[in-house]
Every structure is written in structure tokens, then in C-alpha cells.
């Protein structure tokens, strides 16, 4: 197997690494390859932060190990490589009448990513997590292969569940996909003119798919104000696509300064009328909106940015409100701000959702936005919530500890399948989060 020195980076691009990497393409090159160097595998990096790098060892790149292995078209059970897409299962399937029960924000997330993750999205609600929807994980640990599910190895399967890669290299996956009327969306958008009405709008959706676009600019009366979108899968008349452009260069420092984000929020706002509006959206389109722009993360220029993912308890909200109300004094939150409700399900020790609110904000990596998301992260531990380790950047490890408190039995299942370590990335080490309890 050829090892190439890369030098790599998560999607904020604020954490850089220089790793030796492998692109296998077949399913005897990578268990060869693991047999010979145990080390962490990776994707298409679309975690935030440094959860995929390994800087200055190895890894496996997995974006090559991209095959649908089976399909029953009756059950909507499929089989994939844990490099395969969810735009790719998305634009096959969809179209046989099935979808993945739980997409993320981008459909050029891997599956293996997705479990690693274990992501949510527009539907948790009613849905759950994406892992809630694995049948059965197949595990590298070197020459060892371990097949996961619910049932057999149900401990080992709840560790990878949102366990970062640290249970083995994730290879196969077989998903239960869910029902699909049509390849469309009917999508009804209205406005929130401020926190309370946004989060009533919240409570109130019994849409299949809900999420608030939050104006993390806005102050005073209008502080929480937003469009709170709805959405049911659909049959009809396929809209065209949408071409896709590419950000050729890091924007320049001005280009998401103050006036400028409160001027585009402003128009985004109003871009809505106020008795609202419905349209039909193709499924890409609602769901991964900002995949047609590529490289879409150098919009924040070189420094690139920090994104800043919590969820609250459900009588936390005013908590929730206050971090708003700092976050929008502070100035420095980018367009991209994101509201939702969520419901109870998770898969994995790890996993990041609860039932209640979450909230996501970008802030350009300026000097000021550390600071800030610090406070952020206290705030969020005395409202009993936690952070989203797939954007994380810059969060401490007791606190990360404190926020999940099946932590311990994770380290437990981690250490046994990974003894010598050898799937820690850098996450891993910045938080120590292989060691139980507060110690670091």
C-alpha cells in the first residue's frame, strides 16, 4: 500500500495536520493494510475540527471504499462500504422509493462518518440518530474483524455508535432506509419575529422534517428572530437542479464583517413574506443546501472559521436565550445559524443529541471568537447540556467529560477493542477523552 504525506484539515480549516495517508480501494488491500499498521480512519473530513486528523502518523482515507454491496428492495435494507456517500444513497434510492432515515447538513458525509458521529438531522424530532438506524457495523482492529450489531456485541456496537472511530476502522455498514413516497419536498417556510415565537413554532411542527434559520445578529425585541421551514417527502414533478459554483479563493477579512452579515440576514429575513410561502425543493436542495457550493468553507478566509454546536434541556431554554443574546452582542456570528428542536434518541455513549434545544453558530476565526465560545461552553455546562464533538474545536476535556455521562463506560468498551491506542487522533488526545473521570 503507498503512504503519501498530506497535510489535511477539518471543514472549519481552523486545525491542520501533516499524517501519512492510504486511499484502498478493495476490501482485502485495506484489511492487509490495517494488519500491517493499525491507525484511524477518515473520510471526507466534513467534522469541523481536528476529529479526523492524526498529526504526524497515519490514517485511512476511506472515500475510495465506496460500494453499495446489496440492496433489498423489499425491506430497504442496504449494505455499503463505510466510504459511500449519503448523496450517493440519497440518488439511488430515492428514487426506488427509499432514503436514508436521517440525513445530516451535507450529503458528502461518508457512512462510516455518519456513525462515527453518530449524526442527526432535520428529523430527529422523529426520527432519532443515524445510528439508530444501523443493523450491523463491521470493525478492523488489525487482523481482527468484528461484526457489531443491536444485539451480538451490543456493547462494542453502542461504543462505535458515536464513538469517533475509536472502536476499530468502520468498513461495511447495513442501514435500514425508510419509505419514500417521491424524490421531492414540500417545503412551507414562515417567520419567528423573535425567541419566543420561534421556539412555539418549534413545538408546535408535527412536519416530518423542522429547522429554524436563526438571525444570530439580531438584538432587543428581535433577538431569536428566524424562518422556521417545514418539509414532507413527496411525489411530483421533479424541479430542476440548481447548477453548482465553486469559491475559488479565500474571501477576504471583510467579507463577513459586521455590517455586511447583518445587512444579508436582514434581506435573508425578509426574503419571506410575512404570511409565509410554500414551494417544492428537490430532496439535495432541502437538505444539503450548501452543497452546491463548493469549498463553500473559504467564504471565512484563510484563518477559516469555528463552529459552535450545543444542545440544551427543554426547561434550559432561557439559558439557550441568553447564550443567544452574548452571541449576537458579540458581533462576530456568520449568516449560517441554525435552530432546532430536538427529541430523545441516541445510539452511542457519545452521542451528542438530547431531548431539547440545539443551537449552531459559525464565527470566523478572529481573535475574539475563542474567548467567546469559551463562555459558551460554561454556559452550556451549567444548563446541563453538551457539545457536538463533530464541531468541535476548541472545547476542554472535563467539561466534554461532564456532558456525557455514559463517558466511562465508553473509555471501558474503547480500551478493550483499541488496548495500544493506535486509533487516537488528535481529538482524542486534546480532550483525553480515553481517560475516565476529570483527569487529564
Known amino acids: 500500500m503507498v503512504w503519501k504525506t498530506t497535510e489535511y484539515s477539518g471543514w472549519g480549516r481552523v486545525r491542520t495536520a501533516t499524517a501519512e495517508l492510504a486511499r484502498p480501494e478493495r476490501a482485502s488491500t485495506l484489511k492487509s493494510t490495517l494488519a500491517d499498521t493499525a491507525c484511524p480512519a477518515i473520510g471526507n473530513c466534513r467534522s469541523y475540527g481536528d476529529a479526523p486528523l492524526n498529526n504526524g502518523g497515519r490514517a485511512i482515507d476511506m472515500t475510495r471504499m465506496n460500494r453499495i454491496l446489496d440492496f433489498d428492495a423489499e425491506t430497504g435494507v442496504v449494505s455499503v462500504e463505510a466510504g459511500v456517500t449519503i448523496t450517493t444513497l440519497a440518488k439511488v434510492f430515492a428514487p426506488q422509493g427509499w432514503l436514508p432515515a436521517v440525513m445530516p447538513g451535507t450529503g458528502f458525509a461518508t457512512v462510516g462518518g455518519c456513525i462515527a458521529q453518530d449524526v442527526h438531522g432535520k428529523n430527529h424530532h422523529k426520527e432519532g440518530s443515524f445510528g439508530q438506524h444501523v443493523l450491523s457495523v463491521t470493525l478492523l482492529n488489525g487482523e481482527k474483524r468484528t461484526v457489531a450489531t443491536p444485539d451480538r456485541n451490543a456493547g462494542l456496537f453502542r461504543a462505535t455508535m458515536g464513538g469517533i472511530g475509536q472502536t476499530g476502522v468502520i468498513a461495511e455498514a447495513k442501514l435500514q432506509l425508510k419509505p419514500c413516497p417521491g424524490d421531492v419536498m414540500m417545503v412551507t417556510e414562515q417567520r419567528a419575529e423573535n425567541w419566543d415565537t420561534h421556539l412555539a413554532l418549534l413545538d408546535a411542527s408535527q412536519a416530518s422534517y423542522c429547522v429554524g434559520w436563526i438571525d444570530a445578529t439580531a438584538t432587543g425585541a428581535s433577538l431569536g428572530r428566524g424562518i422556521v421551514e417545514e418539509a414532507e417527502l413527496a411525489a411530483g414533478l421533479l424541479p430542476k ?20 452579515v447583518r445587512s444579508f440576514n436582514n434581506a435573508y429575513y425578509k426574503r419571506v413574506p410575512t404570511s409565509g410561502r410554500s414551494s417544492v425543493k428537490r430532496i439535495d436542495e432541502f437538505f444539503f443546501p450548501l452543497d452546491k457550493i463548493h469549498d463553500w468553507n473559504r467564504l471565512y478566509g484563510k484563518r477559516g472559521f469555528y463552529q459552535f454546536q450545543n444542545v440544551v434541556p427543554l426547561d ?27 427529541g430523545p434518541g441516541r445510539a452511542g455513549h457519545m452521542s451528542f443529541p438530547m431531548e431539547g434545544y440545539t443551537l449552531a453558530v459559525d464565527f470566523p476565526a478572529r481573535d475574539a471568537a475563542p474567548e467567546l465560545i469559551g463562555m459558551l461552553e460554561d454556559m452550556t ?40 491506542h493506535a486509533l487516537e487522533t488528535d481529538m482524542v488526545r486534546r480532550l483525553d477523552l480515553r481517560t475516565a473521570g476529570g483527569a487529564s
Open 381 to 420: 455546562v451549567d444548563a446541563g447540556g453538551r457539545l457536538y464533538l463533530a464541531k468541535d474545536a476548541l472545547a476542554t476535556g472535563p467539561a466534554i467529560k461532564a456532558m456525557y455521562p455514559e463517558h466511562g463506560d465508553w473509555v471501558k468498551a474503547v480500551n478493550k477493542a483499541d488496548p495500544d
Open 316 to 342: 434550559q431554554a432561557d439559558a439557550l436565550k441568553k447564550m443567544l443574546s452574548e452571541i449576537a452582542g458579540a458581533g462576530l456570528a456568520s449568516p449560517l445559524a441554525v435552530l432546532k428542536r430536538m
Open 241 to 260: 437542479a440548481k447548477p453548482s459554483k465553486k469559491v475559488p479563493m479565500d474571501a477576504p477579512g471583510f467579507a463577513l464583517s459586521g455590517p455586511i
